[in-house]
């Protein structure tokens, strides 16, 4: 990675793009305003954080829980789309930055991504003419793309014929399942995708993936079991595929943020059976982590003795009504904090600790409704909110205010982290 590029983003001058912000920041650099030693206090709200401690205990939790599974990491970059934080998962050992789509790859490749995972086709004529030139002119930058069809392995390979294409394009056979998202459906149709590449001379097969995520939304004995089903028919489609890979390193690869466990126990056994193979996971929210969906369903929270992972975002809210005696809203909404995978969790008042028997129960563009905190919140107050869901969260910041710890009574703000969504 190149890190004179990411080393730069601290001479961005500050402005009213950036609305974590303050304006007596206008006109600073990154680094000029970080050495005025800011605090939470300096910056007001509607406000995402980063809280450097747990970012840090999460960045080696999970390093060393991939180390002793024996799986690679190439987390999925779209979830924080921060240069900057790439930068340290790559640092802590990780094997390549996944992403999903052509515009993310511009922004890796800007920033100097050796090795970039695709988890998706790449179709786009365009793109596959500014990926061929990419690859031409860098011999050491790697690429892998997936491929799900014959269809679009002609389209791939018409395309990359058209723009001259020099190295051939690593692809993997996406193999998916019944009401899933992409892929291949069921190993015959997989198969008939490997031929289609092996057909087309722009392509090289390099292995196989998918995403089991898409089959399973929580940890029940039933979502489980078909995580598992799902696993091990993609593992036979390896063994399958084996003995015609022109790569003596295939890849397997699968494994997003909540079943990486799972992943790691089906999967690894290939690589003794096929010396060589490499077992790639993909957890892209564990960097942040959360205080919602991924908290309760992570391995590492639900794995009696492992190392649990810790929320690294937190929600800033003001109080500005108080129309009822147990409604408050707050100056936070869908436009600034994530509600996909359910909606924040009022977690205390600044300046007043813990706020207890409170509940978020509906967010509007620019509102949060908060229900029974009472006087506990009165206007003005700023509350802090535990969030669920990064994927959507890092979307709504172009730059997120970094605090040595959030739990501190005046947390420092140590960095800002740069997004490109």
Known sequence: MDRDAVAALADETLDWRFKAVPADAWGRTVRGWLATGPTLDSLGTPLLTLDAAALDH?????????????????????TTMAPALWQTQLAAGAHAITLANLPQLRVARAFGVQRLLLANTLLDPAGLAWLAAELDRHPDFAFTSWVDSADSVRQMDAALRAA????????????????????????????????AVHAAPTLRLAGVGGYEGALAHDASDRALAAVRDYLCDLAELHRRLAPD???????????????????????????????????VVRAGAYHAHDDGFYRG?????????????????????RVVSHPEPQLALLDAGKRDLPFDEGLPEPQLVRGAGELTGAEVTALNDQHTFLRGAGESAPIGAVVRLGLSHPCTAFDKWTLIPVVDHADAQHPRVVDLVRTYF
Not at 67 to 73: M, Q, S
Request: charged fraction near 15%; aromatic fraction near 6%; include cysteine.
């Open 58 to 78: 999460n960045l080696r939790t999970m390093a060393a829980w991939c180390r002793e599974a024996d799986v690679l990491l190439a987390p999925h970059g779209k």
């Open 245 to 279: 890979y022109p790569t003596p390193t295939p890849v397997v690869t699968a494994g997003g943020s909540a079943y990486f466990d799972t992943v790691a126990e089906e999967l690894t056994p290939l690589a003794e059976e096929f010396p060589g193979t490499k077992v």
């Open 297 to 317: 369903i992570s391995p590492l929270a639900r794995t009696t003795g492992a190392t649990p992972l810790r929320s690294a975002m937190h929600g800033w809210a």
């Open 164 to 195: 001259g294409a020099q190295r051939p394009v690593e692809v993997l056979v996406e193999l998916g399942g019944p009401g899933g998202r992409t892929g291949a459906r069921g190993i015959p149709a997989a198969l008939d995708v490997a031929a």
